[in-house]
């Protein structure tokens, strides 16, 4: 079973600076995409980023209003996603969601944005 | 970046009607669109991707379709756990984009 699991969410100052973790398991992670997609409260959703596989490049790709602040990177030996999010402002308050944005087995590949996570809280507020 | 113009933004109907939701694409985008469900505090679900595949275990009452940088959506036969809100998302170009969501609620 595909589970996605975010945690590190929280209370933090205008300016201040937090790691979001997301754990998955069920599927082969090391050669998958992976997005972090956001929901203010009472708005949309709103694509952040996404990693691509070390085996593509591992290179990232982030939304306008979050480059230059946020990272998002990968630890495969650990099947972990990250988003360390730094000079955090009050519109950056939103549940954070990890999907899978791309991931096959040996055998066959999977629809786009199939899994997510229930998604962490950020609250930034002074 | 692609603007996903989706409506109406709400939508009331009873148990049985057939619900139709569209999103429209400010360019083309070919068949890379899906679309979801979402309920209070839970993960989005997905239901059709590509325009008009059914995610595998999604019931057949939900359908997609496409006709150029147009979408529907379609509920053929609305039933109460159907109660969400519902969002599209082009994945053709980055940055993707989501449209503003549908909230479905039951008359």
């Known amino acids: 079973e595909v589970q996605l699991v975010e945690s590190g969410g929280g209370l933090v100052k205008p300016g201040g600076s937090l790691r979001l973790s997301c754990a998955a398991s069920?599927?082969?992670?090391?050669?998958?995409?992976m997005s972090w997609v956001r929901q203010a409260p009472g708005k949309g959703l709103e694509w952040v980023g996404r990693?691509?596989?070390?085996?593509?490049?591992?290179?990232?790709d982030y939304a306008a209003p979050v480059k230059g602040r946020f990272t998002i990177s990968r630890a495969d030996s650990e099947n972990t996603l990250y988003l360390q999010m730094n000079s955090l402002r009050t519109e950056d308050t939103a549940v954070y969601y990890c999907t899978t944005e791309a991931h096959c087995s040996s055998t066959s590949c999977y629809p786009p944005f199939d899994y997510w996570g229930q998604g962490t809280l950020v609250n930034v507020s002074s | 970046d692609i603007q996903m113009t989706q409506s109406p933004s709400s939508l009331s109907a009873s148990v049985g009607d057939r619900v139709t939701i569209t999103c429209q694409a400010s360019q083309d985008i070919s068949n890379y669109l899906n679309w979801y469900q979402h309920k209070p505090r839970k993960a989005p679900k997905l239901l059709i991707y590509d325009a008009s595949n059914l995610e595998t275990g999604v019931p057949s009452r939900f359908s997609g379709s496409r006709s150029g940088t147009d979408f529907t959506f379609t509920i053929s036969s609305l039933q109460p756990e159907d109660i969400a809100t519902y969002f599209c998302q082009q994945y053709g170009n980055l940055p993707y984009t989501f449209g503003q969501g549908t909230k479905l609620e039951i008359k």
């Open positions: 990693i691509k596989s070390k085996t593509d490049d591992g290179t990232a």
């Open positions: 069920g599927f082969t992670f090391t050669t998958a995409w």
